[in-house]
């Protein structure tokens, strides 16, 4: 289904065209917002501490899809997760809150859930639509429990492409490498 934007720039085009004016190669017509490659982004984070906090934060422009959080070790569960996108808090919450599956998450929009094997619990947390950021995404986990042993992350996050326009960034800061 082609936009009426991209509707009036083809006959635009043709009608440039047509005047024996410029010759224009074909026109393309995306919806939504362009996206550039995907990226991965894994951490270990080795053993936290009862009361520490771990960040992964990624600057720059662009949208985050999922993230994947594996504990292992803990003695309750109270470790929190939170996601931030440009300083706004998009989801808070814990792995024992994810335990219930009263608490657990899973709609068209957002898919929250915690898978536990043993030792080892697995948080999910996936978006879709991806929820677009314009300066830095977040990712902030608190360990509220003793006897975490290791704390792994996985985050898939797509670039913002050169020429796409975040809100409130000028060209010259669009210039630099879409993530740091």
Not at 57 to 81: P, R
Not at 140 to 152: C, D, F, N
């Amino acid at each position: 289904m082609q936009t009426y934007i991209c509707r009036s720039l083809r006959l635009l085009v043709f009608a440039v065209a047509g005047a024996g004016t410029v010759a224009m190669p074909v026109l393309a017509c995306v919806e939504g917002d362009i996206r550039g490659e995907a990226v991965t982004a894994e951490r270990d984070l080795g053993g936290i501490a009862e009361g520490e906090e771990a960040t992964v934060q990624v600057i720059g422009a662009g949208w985050f899809h999922a993230a994947e959080i594996v504990k292992q070790g803990g003695s309750n569960d109270q470790t929190s997760v939170t996601i931030e996108l440009d300083g706004e808090p998009y989801i808070s919450t814990s792995f024992s809150n994810l335990k219930n599956k009263w608490m657990q998450l899973e709609t068209k929009n957002i898919i929250a859930n915690v898978h536990t094997v043993g030792d080892t619990s697995t948080m999910t947390i996936w978006y879709t639509p991806d929820l677009k950021f314009n300066t830095r995404a977040v990712l902030r986990i608190g360990v509220e429990e003793p006897g975490v042993e290791s704390l792994r992350t996985r985050t898939v996050l797509s670039r913002a492409l050169p020429h796409s326009h975040p809100a409130s960034q000028g060209g010259q800061v669009l210039a630099l490498p879409a993530f740091k």
